[in-house]
């Protein structure tokens, strides 16, 4: 079993920044691909941004891509989101993912533990 709570979420306005931390315990956290995923009121779970198990290999949904910044540090088991220029679109609540392997993945059914989320606001 792997345990994931998120921190770091909040209310902030348009073109601002949030770091979005996530600390795991349970299961060996340096061999576990790690993931970003939110969803907005009404809507599905959407891949946001992902990591291989050494950091070496990320991928980003193209809304966020130069804007947002996956990393982890395996000797805290903690994996991070640094959010910059943030969009009132960017509003939703922000979860992370754990997989039981070494590869990252961009669609939801491939994780295997999940946090139980940290709202984030964007406000115009």
């Known amino acids: 079993q792997v345990q994931l709570v998120e921190s770091g979420g909040g209310l902030v306005q348009a073109g601002g920044s949030l770091r979005l931390s996530c600390a795991a315990s349970g299961r060996t956290f340096s061999t576990s691909a790690m993931g970003w995923f939110r969803q907005a009121p009404g809507k599905e779970r959407d891949f946001v941004a992902a990591i291989s198990f050494s950091g070496g290999t990320t991928y980003y949904v193209d809304s966020v891509k130069g804007r947002f910044t996956i990393s982890r540090d395996n000797a805290k088991n903690t994996v991070y989101l640094q959010m910059n220029s943030l969009k009132p679109e960017d509003t939703a609540i922000y979860y992370c993912?754990?997989?039981?392997?070494?590869?990252?993945?961009?669609?939801?059914?491939?994780?295997?533990?999940w946090g139980q989320g940290t709202q984030v606001t964007v406000s115009s």
């Open positions: 993912a754990a997989r039981n392997l070494l590869i990252a993945k961009t669609s939801p059914r491939e994780y295997d533990y």
